[in-house]
C-alpha cells in the first residue's frame, strides 16, 4: 500500500534554532518527492521538489534531502524564525502522476 | 496579480442541499485539482481536470460534481448525496506536465448545519 509517513507530529521549538522534519514512504514506483507548507487556514505552499536522482535542494532556510534508497526525506530548517510556525506536508508522486500526501507535521516556534 | 482563488471562504450547508465551491486561476494553467482536508488525515484528490471539458474521478469523488467549461475554472459542487462534507476544500492548478509544481488556493471551509 502506498503511504507516507511523517515524524514527529507536532514539534515546539524556540526561535533561532534549528530542527529536522522526518518523512518515510512506501510509494512505488517512485517519481519525486515534494514539501509543502501550509499556514492555518490557506492553503499549502510549495518548498522543494526532488527527483529521484537529487538527494538535496534548498530554498532560503529550508533544506530537503532525500535518500530513494532507504526511502527517507527531511525537510531542515535553519535558524527558525516565528513565521516558520506551520504545518510542513511531505508529498510523493508516484506512478501515472498520482500524489500521496503525508498527514504533516505541525511546528511551532515560540519567541 | 497572479495566482488561483478559491471564495467563499466559509461555507453553510443545510441538511438536502447542494452547494458549489468557486475556484478561478489565472496562472494559464492546463490541469485543475480537487482535494479534500480533514483534520489528521492527509489530503485526498476529489477530482481533476488536465484539459477544458475533461475531468476525472479522483479517490473520493462519490457525492461530488464538476465542471470545466473555461481553462480559468473548475467549480466543485457538493451534493445532498456527500453526507458528511464538512472539511476543508483546497483547490489547484499546475502545468499539466509530470513532475510539475501545484500551486494552492486559499481554501475553503464548509460545514454542516
Known amino acids: 500500500k502506498n503511504q507516507v509517513e511523517q515524524s514527529p507530529q507536532s514539534l515546539i521549538i524556540l526561535e533561532g534554532k534549528n530542527c529536522t522534519l522526518q518523512c518515510n514512504y512506501t510509494v512505488s514506483p517512485f517519481s519525486n518527492l515534494r514539501w509543502y507548507k501550509q499556514d492555518t487556514g490557506r492553503g499549502p505552499v510549495s518548498l522543494t521538489i526532488?527527483?529521484?536522482?537529487?538527494n538535496t535542494k534548498s530554498n532560503g532556510r529550508y533544506t530537503a534531502t532525500l535518500d530513494a534508497d532507504t526511502k527517507q526525506s527531511s525537510l531542515h530548517i535553519t535558524a527558525s524564525q516565528l513565521s516558520d510556525s506551520a504545518s510542513y506536508i511531505c508529498?510523493?508522486?508516484?506512478?501515472?502522476?498520482?500524489?500521496?500526501f503525508g498527514t504533516g507535521t505541525r511546528l511551532q516556534v515560540f519567541p | 496579480d497572479g495566482g488561483i482563488t478559491q471564495s467563499p471562504k466559509y461555507l453553510f450547508r443545510k441538511e438536502g442541499q447542494n452547494v458549489t465551491l468557486s475556484c478561478e486561476q489565472n496562472l494559464n494553467h492546463d490541469a485543475m485539482y480537487w482535494y479534500r482536508q480533514d483534520p489528521g488525515q492527509g489530503l485526498r484528490l476529489i477530482y481533476y481536470s488536465q484539459i477544458v471539458n475533461d475531468f476525472q474521478k479522483g479517490d473520493i469523488a462519490e457525492g461530488y460534481s464538476v465542471s470545466r467549461e473555461k481553462k480559468e475554472s473548475f467549480p466543485l459542487t457538493v451534493t445532498s448525496a456527500q453526507k458528511n462534507p464538512t472539511a476543508f476544500y483546497l483547490c489547484?492548478?499546475?502545468?499539466?506536465?509530470?513532475?510539475?509544481?501545484?500551486?494552492f488556493g486559499s481554501g475553503t471551509q464548509l460545514s454542516v448545519l
Open positions: 489547484a492548478s499546475s502545468m499539466g506536465r509530470s513532475g510539475e509544481k501545484l500551486f
Open positions: 508529498v510523493v508522486g508516484g506512478g501515472g502522476d498520482k500524489l500521496i
Open positions: 526532488m527527483t529521484f536522482s537529487e
